[in-house]
C-alpha cells in the first residue's frame, strides 16, 4: 500500500471492486438523466419553433447588435464603478469594525448590518424614487452599499485569520497599530480574503441585472426591449439563449479567477536558485600542520 493510499483510507474505507461498479453505475445512469434532460429541452425548443430564422432574424441587423453592445457596456461600466467603490467602503467599514474606538467601531458596525440585511433591490429603488437619482447613479450606490458592507466583513475575518502571534510579535518590536495593519496583517490577510473578494465580486455582476427595473440600459434592459418591441413573433427565448451565455461566461471568468487565485496562494513560496562558487582551497592557519 503506497502512502498516498494510506492516506486516503485513513479518512475513509476505500471501495471495493463491488462497490466501484455499482458506483460506474450510479454515474451512468446520472449522465443519462441529464442527457434525457437536454434532449428534452432542445426537443421542446424545436417543437415551439425557437430556432426559426424569423426569430433569429433581429440579430441580424447592425442596430440590434449595436443596442445589445451598448447595454453590454453599460452594464461593464455600472460594474466596474460598482467594484472600486465597494472594495473601498469595505476597506473603510472594516477599519471602523477593527477600531478600538467605541465611537468609531459602533457606527461602524450599525452601517454594515444594516445594509448587509436590506435587500439589493429595496436600496435600488429607494435611490432611485425617493431621492430622485439618475438610473446609472441609483444603480451603482444600491449595490456599493450592499457589497461593499459584505466585504466589510469579508476584510474583517480575513485580518483576523492571520495567527495572533504575529500581531503579538509586531507589537513586542515597538509597532503602531497602523503599522501591524499595514505591513502586518493585512498583507497575510490579502492571501486568505482575495478568492472571497472576487466571488463576492461575481454577485455584483450578477446583480446588475436589476438595473432593468429601474429603466437603466443594461445587457437585460437592451434585450427586454428587442424581445417586447419588435414584430418577429416575439423572440423572447433567442434573447434568452443570446445574453444568457455572455452573462454566465462573464460570471464564470471571474469565477476560474478566483479558482486560480486560490491555488496559486495554497502553494508554498517559491525560492530562486542562487548560483554557489565551487568550494577552493583555503589558507592554513599560523600554527597549522
Not at 61 to 71: C, F, P, S, T, V
Not at 120 to 142: D, E, H, Y
Not at 151 to 177: D, T, Y
Amino acid at each position: 500500500m503506497t502512502a498516498g493510499t494510506a492516506e486516503a483510507s485513513a479518512l475513509y474505507d476505500l471501495p471495493g471492486p463491488r462497490a466501484r461498479r455499482r458506483h460506474a453505475v450510479y454515474g451512468v445512469a446520472c449522465a443519462l438523466v441529464l442527457l434525457a434532460l437536454l434532449a428534452c429541452l432542445v426537443y421542446r425548443l424545436f417543437a415551439t419553433d425557437q430556432f426559426t430564422h424569423t426569430k433569429w432574424l433581429p440579430f441580424a441587423y447592425k442596430g440590434i447588435q449595436e443596442l445589445l453592445l451598448r447595454g453590454l457596456g453599460n452594464t461593464l461600466k455600472a460594474f466596474a464603478a460598482a467594484a472600486v467603490l465597494s472594495l473601498a467602503l469595505g476597506a473603510l467599514l472594516a477599519a471602523g469594525r477593527l477600531s478600538d474606538h467605541r465611537a468609531v467601531r459602533w457606527p461602524a458596525t450599525v452601517v454594515v448590518e444594516f445594509f448587509r440585511a436590506m435587500p439589493v433591490l429595496v436600496m435600488i429603488f429607494f435611490i432611485f424614487v425617493a431621492l430622485k437619482v439618475q438610473a446609472l447613479p441609483a444603480l451603482v450606490a444600491g449595490l456599493t452599499l450592499y457589497n461593499g458592507s459584505v466585504l466589510a466583513e469579508v476584510f474583517r475575518s480575513g485580518v483576523h485569520s492571520v495567527e495572533r502571534g504575529q500581531r503579538e510579535a509586531a507589537f513586542a518590536l515597538g509597532m503602531r497599530k497602523t503599522q501591524v495593519m499595514t505591513y502586518v496583517l493585512a498583507p497575510q490577510a490579502v492571501r486568505a480574503m482575495l478568492p472571497a473578494i472576487i466571488s463576492q465580486l461575481v454577485v455584483a455582476l450578477k446583480d446588475t441585472s436589476l438595473g432593468f427595473l429601474i429603466t437603466y440600459e443594461e445587457f437585460l434592459h437592451a434585450g427586454k426591449l428587442i424581445a417586447s418591441n419588435l414584430d418577429y413573433d416575439l423572440p423572447f427565448i433567442p434573447v434568452v439563449m443570446v445574453i444568457s451565455p455572455i452573462y454566465i461566461g462573464m460570471c464564470m471568468l471571474l469565477s476560474w479567477f478566483a479558482r486560480w487565485v486560490s491555488r496559486r496562494e495554497q502553494r508554498s513560496p517559491k525560492t530562486e536558485a542562487v548560483d554557489v562558487a565551487p568550494a577552493q582551497p583555503g589558507t592554513l592557519l599560523r600554527g597549522a600542520q
